[in-house]
């Protein structure tokens, strides 16, 4: 078992899988870095801070059904609902692969430091792993970050505790690739014609054992981006003016019954950008560098 | 195989210990001041906060605390609510019954759809349906488990009536909503794997020797395609129970029922500190025991995993 796909071992995906990742994470990418350009497709242009409670002729403008001049109907205090979609797709992003891309770093560096070396750095790593690994995702996001003060609580910190929680995952991927990589025979040359270590690791060792870490990082996107929306869900969102789709969906479930769409709609985008990463990895762990990886 | 056993209750223990003084620092590095939630709203004095922090053992240094709770731990005795004023272990005694309810009704759910669903689509392997398959699956992990819920909720409990909606009034019928919710990523998982095994099983060398020998379909199933495929399938189960726990506490927040996520969210809103350590060490110390118990039955599965350990 490697553990480099989310799904499991699914040797499914192939290219309609590859290609409807590419084109989610194509339409979330641009949402996340112009989405001006996106919002402007729709009537009047409006931006998430575009809200009015009551109209010119006094008309109350909050929680409208989605209608010609608001594709997606306005929330509570009347903003454009449609521009708050497109908008929010930044902080998931960046909470998203932000978390992933630290996580791999730290996670790699420190597994492969512990399947090269062995010994009491590989058990004092194992050890550890074991230990933050036992503690529930949900449960240690929520310690971590009743820690800080409401105020602080931000991008940054949600991506490093991420971090702190979920690090030995690629270890533990990083260490077992390390340890077959090990024994190859080009290691072997690599050190005979006088190699020093690091760059062993860094020429040889972190290059190979890149294609199961990648797979499982761009699966771990989604689920990271999947976990930000719940920690707003159970009262841990993001303070200050962030538009972001789990303060959406948390706003939305008290008016659920009368005003669906407010939680659906910003569920689905969420959910497409989800699915988009899940089928990246799994893309990845199916292509040609992940053949290797399903062999081990 | 016994000292396969033996060497890897041992390692559970020693995580199991280090985990608590993990658990215990991070506890009391929380905001705000314990002695302060037990006196509740009240106005008091210093004089009675400083009686308060004699009283609950708190004026003493961390580790004098943590040694403290460590001897009571192993009495079984896990300490008082602040908030609550009661035994953490009775509380435990009304939430666990709850969550594990929940945890194992989920669990059936999944290993049975997963494999009825796993099973048959594996039959039908083909381009088209495997897109479909992989379409559905995708779609049962994105979508996040408290819309799931609200949806769920909704449909079948308020708008056609057919189950309760909310608490634990309604005896195992209470929790049919909540286990399906919380099902619906495992299932996803486990369609693909009980799926991918079985392709690679009744493709493998040995199952098309039998089939040569002239065995019959069904032994061929029950011996080889089966034995062989139920070794990941069993990993999978462990590793799911452990990651249900977590899931557990947003369904049990969306169907409000009051099981061990719902009390420890609510514990670190109310910094009950007592609660909070006595609550995650539970969770801790089932998924360890589940990890154990998953590691010893793939090894009885398939003798090669004691001898490459």
Redesign the interface.
Known sequence: ?NGAS?????????R??LR?ALWLLSFVGICAVAPQLVVAFAPGSPSPTDCALRAEDGSYQDRLAPNANHWFGTDRQGCDEFSRVIYGARHSLIVGVGAAVLIALVGMSVGVAAGWRGGWVDAIVR??G???L??????GM???L????PGQRSATTTVVAFTVLLWPTVARISRAATRSIRTESYIEAARAVGATDVRICLRHVVPNALPPVAAYTASLV?LLI?AE??LS???FAVAGSVVSWGQM?DDA?TY??RS?HL??LP?VF???A??GF??LGDAIAQGPAGREIDAS | MTLFVVRRGA?AV???L??TV??FI??F???GDPARAIAGHRQVTASTLSAIRARYGLDQPLWEQYIRWLGRLFRGDLGESFVARRPVSDMMQEALPVTLTLVVLTVVIEVVLGLVVGASVARRSG?RS??A???V???G???????VG??TQ?LFG?DLRWLPVAGTRNGIFSYVLPALTLALPGI???V??V???S??QLRAPHTRTARGKGITEAAILRRHVVRNGSV?FV??VGLEI??L???A??VE?VFNLPGV?RA??QA??QRDNAT?IGF?MA??AV??LVDLLTDVATMALDPRIERSS
């Open positions: 078992m989310l799904f499991g071992r699914g040797r499914l995906a192939g309609f899988g409807m050890r550890t074991d230990v933050v036992g503690i529930p995702l949900v449960v929520i310690l971590i009743a820690v800080l003060v989604g999947g929306a719940v869900y159970l009262g969906m479930q659920y019954s669906p939680l659906i569920s969420l959910s497409a989800v699915a899940l089928l | 390692g020693a995580t199991f280090s985990s993990l658990v991070i506890t590095a929380l905001p381009q495997d897109n398959v992989l379409a699956c995708t779609i992990l994105s979508v996040p488990l408290f819309v609200s949806l909704d308020i996803a998982i486990a693909r794997l799926r991918a095994e392709i690679t990941p990993s999978f452990g990651a726990v977590g899931g506490i947003v927040r996520g420890i969210a670190i809103s909070i995650t969770i801790i998924y360890l």
